[in-house]
């Protein structure tokens, strides 16, 4: 029988940390915190199915009161998995910060860990996989690869493999996107009802979303017959080659009404670099950034742009790679989340005579 606390009949209550002064806590102290077997709270832990989402709640309260942490060391010696996902990401990039931390929320729901390997200018990609496999992950989560087809397919060979922000067509990588059609003529579409017909892109280079960002921008000038008007300035993701951008087009003195950049973080370095030059935003031009990652709307800079659901991205993620491992099936998944437009202070109607 349970008291009227909800704990069960002479369960133990702990006085610390830990119910013993200098030990570390076990899952029986949990147990005997919540008021229900150990082996309840095992299938918590373990993310299997047989509690109910209250009990999970509480267990899972129970063991932040106390400090207790599951020892993954040896729950990977009792199972052929690890419980622990692989990530790879790129330094420097606040968009795939911001997803690495709704992912660990979302892996530790269903009682998995990350760990993270990074890809940078002066370590390739195929490194840091390598060094997630060196940690024996269950799967991998690769956030924006630059990796070719053929690698990732053998990679796939080896285990679970989930793509974020790029696909890969006729390959077996599970993959999750925004929907960059969609997003892309949102940005445009409220471009063209303030006025802008001068509309130049900031491309992204090899970035991921780049090809689908580039060429849903010529699609778009092209339906709403502003063919003559196309215009692909070169660049990354990065916020120099903003910066780059915005010098080439002043020494050019071809200015457009508007640009369309291919993240948030070219948007910014362009932003700083007119911004500099004396050219105003968004009187003399309007600015569209994609990622809404948070230095956008920051009152300095108050970046219109594409916002990428990260929490949801990540969520699917962890889902796909999961479902992959429950349910091995030889056919690719793939979820793509809608976009969305958030407009700040850097648009408004383009200058008198701009459109000439």
């Not at 806590?25 to 949990?30: I, K, N």
């Not at 924006?144 to 077996?172: H, I």
Request: proline residues 5%; glycine residues 10%.
């Amino acid at each position: 029988m349970k008291g009227r606390d909800g704990r069960a009949d002479g369960a133990r209550e702990p006085t610390g940390p830990a119910s013993g002064a200098g030990r570390r806590p076990t899952m029986e102290d949990v147990a005997a915190r919540v008021g229900v077997s150990r082996a309840l709270v095992s299938v918590v832990f373990r993310g299997a199915p047989g509690a109910s989402a209250r009990t999970r709640e509480r267990v899972l309260a129970a063991a932040e009161e106390i400090g207790y942490r599951p020892d993954l060391a040896a729950r990977t010696l009792a199972s052929s998995r690890s419980r622990v996902l692989g990530v790879m990401l790129t330094l420097h990039n606040t968009f795939h910060a911001d997803l690495v931390e709704a992912m660990y929320a979302e892996a530790e729901e269903v009682g998995y860990d990350l760990v993270l390997s990074a890809h940078a200018p002066t370590r390739h990609s195929e490194k840091a996989v390598g060094a997630l496999l060196g940690h024996r992950c269950d799967a991998l989560v690769l956030l924006g690869p630059e990796t070719g087809a053929d690698f990732l397919e053998d990679l796939v060979e080896r285990v679970p493999v989930v793509s974020v922000g790029r696909r890969f067509p006729g390959t077996r990588v599970d993959t999750v996107t925004t929907a960059e059609g969609p997003a892309v003529r949102r940005a445009l579409d409220h471009l063209r009802d303030l006025g802008h017909r001068d509309i130049a892109h900031l491309d992204g280079g090899g970035g991921a979303g780049s090809d689908e960002r580039r060429r849903s921008y010529r699609d778009w000038m092209r339906r709403v017959g502003l063919s003559d008007h196309v215009r692909v300035l070169p660049g990354d993701h990065t916020e120099a080659s903003g910066a780059e951008a915005a010098h080439r087009i002043l020494a050019e003195g071809r200015v457009p009404t508007a640009l369309f950049a291919g993240n948030d973080r070219s948007a910014i370095g362009f932003l700083d670099a007119v911004t500099r030059a004396g050219v105003r935003v968004p009187e003399d031009i309007s600015l569209v950034g994609y990622d809404d990652i948070p230095l956008a709307g920051l009152a300095h800079i108050q970046l219109t742009t594409v916002r990428q659901d990260s929490a949801g991205l990540a969520r699917e993620a962890v889902r796909l790679a999961i479902e992959r491992l429950e349910k091995p099936s030889p056919a690719p998944r793939s979820s793509v989340l809608e976009p969305e437009l958030v407009v700040r202070g850097t648009t408004a109607a383009p200058r008198a005579g701009g459109n000439d």
